[in-house]
């Protein structure tokens, strides 16, 4: 790094581009590979692909949602198995299903603030490798043991444990503060809003033959690095229709409420990402073509705990600050790229987004935000045939969108993500 | 490559038992003297005085004539250039009968002649042609490790045959044996002798692994900035590659449309040019003629051939490969000599051959050399699942009575790939340790 | 004349328990004149740590709103469990509870109880008395509570009713019932007996709730009264507020419960119900 950091001027950080293992079902390919080996992988081809080896960058920035406690410093000790240089920091975020996208943020600001160069961001998840915990009983008692002084105190510790405390404790994938997965979450709102069982079939089938057309036409070549013999998603289904859609059993909800289906919902699965973000000065000198730049970013929370919000709505709360900021409406955009957590999510934020009730009373506006044109969205395919290792999935979208915007010759483009803890994280990408 | 069968004919009670063992090659690391001992130059031709002073500057003791001393000689350089006459053909008696009894394990015999395609009078012609069948067959003469080749040069190339020599005296050419190389004139040199590529932008296509993994490898050790391309689904073991030698790596299929258009964007896009192209990327559909597929055929001929037809466009375009360029391709024995069961292959290969010479003679204004290898029995991944037997013939049935390594095809075309090479083009080197497959 | 009973320490509850079938209650319609107190309490981080991880509290330096209940149940009982107390102590049931809290309660805070019982009353099915529990500290009232206790026995069709305030034509009440859900186990009981110190048969197991007429034991109401407070700790202040709970249909154990609210500035209301909606086991106001 030849330049020399200018602080207290901010500039423009550049997406240079991004690299990603295939995302793989849970308990299949990637079963016995831990996040470490999956963003070390993950890292290592991204650093091929930029001619990285041995460089120092000014950071490495990731996370995963399901985490191990040994790797409570996962994105360093990452580093110091991959082909960076070791004097290159690292540091962990998390925050649900935007770590990504958020840790791309945080790259960004500092790129824009001067205070770095280049740095990396990444998530990594996986769903088969997971955390199991020892339960409550079992881990208060070795604490107490751990805590006694004498022989006797820690043997009368242990003499406290309960057969039933040696049942272990896998982590679910449920709101901590309601008790519900986020498919029964999404299932209520998706209800309150009326989304029709028909239209996220369509949505999930776009979904594939969208990711399916892409990797046909080499989009992903060069964003895409295989895996222990996975070249691509291997939850793509390229032969995807409504009609096959149509007749999986609802999985989510009741009765005639029951739309969604193993078909219109992520499924669990692992995988890693990583983007490359750099200043305009550090891209030059490396020779390196900005794909697309981080321009602004927002997130938002919804209080979905007692249900006045639904859990994935924060992202339409996030989206019209932003555009209020830069000065823009929500046609605007040559690309959107609106995260599928579930087809329904996608559909209930569009929707909530044409309501002129909702853009007035929740999101204090003067009327409705509008509709998009459904061709910018997800032109190349998303989570519901990619896969959503929670983490992952930001990288994902911000390398792809970064392409398909240089590829476009120019344009502007629109990231939605919506996690875990009513949260959403939105970002505008501009080439 | 050690299985079981290696190991037992390699064992002490084999070598009691009278099966022949293969020498230990002497290969080339950077900075170990070109060769292991004093260099016989002889002959009375034309390059003579320059080859000895050259070898001179490298601190390599020469002797003008065979004597007596117990020393062995590292190499043997017998100058017939400027022989005439059938009659002169007898100096490679006279200095070679001694000089070979005196020859080092892994010693290196070159022949120095003038290539008959330049000659007009007849029984000059036949003189030099003659020089081809005496090198071929002391070839199969030596033992322990040593070589016989043939450099022939085009006119008073001086710089070319001192860069022929210089391969043949050195580890780089270990398995190459029983070989002619036509040199023209040159007066290039490498600037930088440890790092003869420095400053040069390689691309290998087929670099994830195997012979490619090796080739970028090599051009990255002699100095040079790679581009590691493979198809995407080998793009994990391709990154290992691009990181381990701190190049980049680029997942492109060859058979794309745009494939050419996006290597020389990368190259010269990330790395400012594109000096050197080798395209290795290949695969084998075998089955016998009677019973391929289309598909066999066609995706064989496509990777094989159509794709480097096609990639030459854009890499030759404007922008794309600057005049000095080097373009080596990597075809094989089965193109020469042909295999059953890859007409395929055999077809491709043999095209490859084909376009080496037209597309040589195309760019030699520009200075861009045009060549390629025939690897022989390569010990790889691919070669280690063939059935023993079948493998253990393909092994010994040289002159060398052993199975080449990856790294001797990559020193080849490293060699091929150098500034001081620019007089050796449109040439097809074998590297096959003299097999008895093929002319 | 108040007689005035000054404990030293806290009574053991299994004490009562074990003795409870003698106390039968009798036909008074009047309840002793006496305060049970307890002065200088302090409140063991430990306990008040397993409390709150249990409950769902955030272990800070306040008490959550319920935990003064706790430390004044063992008083309830010592005055229902007193001579010529009206209602047997077998069978009473918890049926409603308010809390005013006046003043933040500090975990360090020495902690003054006075318990007496007041307000012996009809009820449609029975007979209810009212216990109060008031907790001051260096003389300033702070919290005060009031624990109904209705012992079925001669039924009394015209007597008034307390009823809890309707949820009907709330937000909760259309559309598809949102709220935390909780999957209660079977030992929660004795999870909560644990740190509640109350091992009242009932709410052990089903072997000791059977004779006692229930088919499987049965979630303690303050726990889950508690669990509902705890989830809506962060809308409400530490002090001015009057949470009341009306417990309808108790809480077998084990279940998955749902608790649906309707949050609206100075006022919570919600339902603590099945899964499924169909049975309804609590009702939680609470104002300020």
Redesign the interface.
């Known amino acids: 790094m030849a330049t020399k950091p200018t602080p207290r001027k901010t500039r423009r950080a550049a997406v240079l581009g991004g690299n990603r293992i295939p995302f793989a079902r849970a308990n299949g390919a990637y079963a016995k590979a831990s996040n470490q080996d999956m963003l070390t992988?993950t890292l290592?081809?991204l650093?091929?692909?930029?001619?990285l080896?041995?460089e120092r960058l000014g950071e490495v920035v990731a996370g995963a949602v399901l985490k191990h406690s040994r790797d409570f410093n996962l994105t360093r000790e990452t580093v110091l198995g991959s082909?960076l240089d070791p004097t290159t920091p690292a540091y962990d975020v998390q925050q649900a299903c935007g770590t990504g996208l958020e840790a791309a943020i945080l790259v960004a600001n500092k790129v824009a603030l001067g205070q770095i160069e280049v740095g990396i961001a990444g998530g990594v998840d996986s769903a088969s490798d997971a955390p199991i915990a020892v339960s409550e009983g079992l881990r208060h008692t070795l604490l107490a043991a751990n805590r006694a002084k004498t022989v006797a105190q820690r043997a009368k510790a242990l003499a406290g444990l309960r057969p039933g405390d040696l049942l272990p404790s896998i982590p679910q994938n449920v709101e901590p503060r309601t008790g519900l997965s986020m498919g029964q979450h999404m299932a209520i709102t998706a209800e309150r809003w009326g989304i029709t069982r028909e239209a996220q079939d369509e949505l999930a089938a776009a979904s594939h033959q969208h990711l399916a057309a892409a990797y046909e036409r080499?989009f992903?070549?060069?964003l895409?690095?295989?895996?222990l013999d996975v070249?691509r998603d291997n939850n793509l289904r390229a032969d995807s229709t409504v009609e096959k859609l149509a007749k999986l059993k609802p999985v989510f909800g009741k009765g005639e409420h029951a739309t969604m289906t193993a078909g219109n919902s992520t499924p669990l699965t692992d995988g890693a990402s990583a983007v490359l973000i750099a200043s305009e000065e550090w891209s030059r000198e490396?020779?390196?073509?900005p794909l697309a730049w981080l321009v602004d970013a927002e997130t938002a929370a919804v209080d979905y705990v007692h249900g006045d919000e639904g859990l994935l709505m924060a992202p339409a709360y996030a989206v019209p600050r932003l555009l209020a900021r830069n000065g823009l409406a929500l046609q605007d955009f040559d690309f959107y790229e609106i995260h599928e957590a579930f087809a329904a999510t996608v559909l209930t934020t569009l929707k909530a987004w044409e309501d002129p009730a909702f853009c007035r009373d929740r999101l204090g506006l003067a009327g409705a935000l509008g509709a998009i044109d459904p061709a910018k969205l997800n032109v190349n395919g998303s989570s519901l045939a990619a896969g959503h290792p929670f983490a992952a999935t930001g990288g994902r979208i911000l390398a792809s969108l970064a392409k398909g915007l240089h590829e476009n010759g120019g344009g502007r483009g629109l990231i939605s993500i919506c996690a875990a803890g009513g949260q959403g994280v939105v970002a505008i990408l501009e080439a | 490559m050690t299985d079981l069968f290696t190991r037992l004919i390699s064992s002490s009670v084999a070598k009691k038992a009278g099966v022949p063992q293969p020498t230990r090659l002497r290969r080339y690391q950077p900075g170990v003297a070109l060769c292991e001992g004093p260099v016989l130059v002889a002959g009375g031709g034309r390059f003579e005085g320059g080859l000895t002073d050259w070898l001179a500057t490298l601190a390599i003791a020469t002797q003008a004539q065979s004597d007596d001393s117990a020393d062995r000689l590292g190499g043997v350089v017998i100058d017939l250039s400027a022989a005439t006459d059938p009659t002169d053909l007898d100096q490679l008696r006279v200095i070679g009968a001694p000089a070979i009894k005196r020859l080092a394990k892994n010693g290196r015999l070159v022949v120095i002649g003038t290539d008959p395609a330049t000659l007009t009078d007849l029984a000059e012609v036949s003189t030099q042609r003659a020089l081809e069948g005496a090198v071929r067959s002391i070839a199969k003469e030596l033992r322990a490790g040593a070589t016989a080749n043939l450099v022939l040069a085009q006119g008073d190339s001086s710089g070319g045959v001192r860069s022929a020599v210089e391969f043949f005296l050195s580890g780089r050419s270990a398995y190459v044996d029983g070989q002619v190389v036509r040199v023209g004139e040159s007066t290039a040199t490498n600037p930088d002798a440890l790092r003869p590529l420095s400053g040069k932008v390689a691309v290998v296509t087929g670099a994830a692994r195997g012979i490619g993994a090796e080739i970028a490898t090599v051009l990255a050790r002699d100095g040079a900035t790679v581009v590691?391309v493979d198809i995407?689904?080998?793009?994990?073991a391709?990154?290992?590659?691009?990181?381990?030698i701190?190049?980049?790596?680029?997942?492109?299929?060859v058979t794309?449309p745009d494939a050419g258009r996006r290597i020389v964007e990368h190259a010269t896009?990330?790395?400012?040019s594109i000096d050197i192209v080798v395209h290795n990327a290949g695969i084998t559909r075998d089955k016998l003629l009677v019973n391929m597929d289309e598909s066999r055929w066609q995706s064989v001929i496509d990777v094989n051939l159509g794709s480097i037809l096609r990639m030459s466009a854009a890499i030759l375009a404007d922008g794309g490969m600057a005049d000095g360029g080097r373009i080596v391709c990597v075809a094989s024995i089965a193109g020469i000599a042909g295999n059953r069961g890859q007409s395929n292959y055999g077809a491709s290969k043999a095209g490859v051959i084909g376009l080496v010479g037209a597309l040589s003679n195309e760019l030699r204004e520009r200075g861009i050399t045009v060549n390629a290898v025939a690897p022989g029995f390569i010990e790889t991944a691919m070669t280690a699942r063939i059935p023993f037997t079948t493998r253990e013939i393909g092994r010994r049935m040289n002159s060398l009575q052993q199975g080449g390594r990856p790294v001797d095809v990559a020193e080849t075309i490293a060699w091929f790939a150098q500034p001081g090479s620019a007089a050796v083009t449109g040439q097809v080197l074998r590297i096959c340790g003299q097999s008895l497959l093929g002319a | 004349m108040t007689r005035e009973t000054a404990l030293s320490a806290v009574p053991d509850l299994r004490r009562f328990y074990a003795t409870a079938a003698f106390h039968r209650g009798n036909a008074s319609d009047t309840v002793p004149d006496e305060r049970v107190t307890l002065t200088g309490v302090r409140v063991d981080l430990a306990d008040l740590a397993d409390y709150s991880r249990l409950c769902g509290f955030s272990l800070t330096g306040i008490l959550p709103l319920t935990y003064p209940q706790l430390l004044g149940f063992p008083l309830q009982m010592a005055v229902m469990a007193g001579e010529g107390f009206p209602l047997p102590l077998i069978g009473a049931v918890h049926v409603e509870n308010v809390v005013t809290v006046h003043r933040p309660l500090q975990a360090d805070d020495r902690l003054d109880l006075v318990v007496h019982a007041q307000n012996l009353r009809p009820h449609r099915r029975g007979r209810q008395v009212d216990l109060v529990t008031e907790v001051s500290v260096k003389g300033e009232p702070a919290w005060h509570g009031v624990s109904t206790y209705l012992a079925r026995g001669a039924e009394h069709p015209e007597a008034p009713t307390s009823p809890a305030p309707p949820l009907d034509g709330d937000e909760t009440s259309t559309g598809p019932a949102v709220g935390p859900v909780w999957r209660l186990g079977e030992n929660l009981g004795r999870s909560y007996a644990a740190v509640s110190g109350d091992w009242n048969p009932i709410h052990v197991h089903a072997l000791t709730a059977r004779p006692l007429g229930f088919s499987s034991a049965i979630a303690h109401g303050m726990y889950t009264y508690a669990r509902a407070v705890a989830a809506l700790a962060p809308r409400l202040p530490d002090a001015g507020v009057t949470s009341r709970v009306w417990f309808r249909k108790p809480v077998r154990l084990p279940s998955t419960v749902r608790l649906r609210s309707c949050v609206s500035p100075g006022r919570t209301l919600s339902r603590l119900e099945s899964v499924d909606a169909e049975v309804e086991h609590a009702i939680i106001e609470q104002v300020w």
Do not use: F, I, W
């Open positions: 992988a290592d081809g650093v091929a692909r930029y001619g080896a041995g082909r080499g992903y070549d060069d895409v690095t295989p895996y070249t490396h020779h390196l073509t | 590691a995407p689904s080998a793009g994990d391709l990154a290992e590659v691009a990181n381990k701190g190049g980049t790596a680029l997942q492109v299929d794309a896009g990330r790395h400012g």
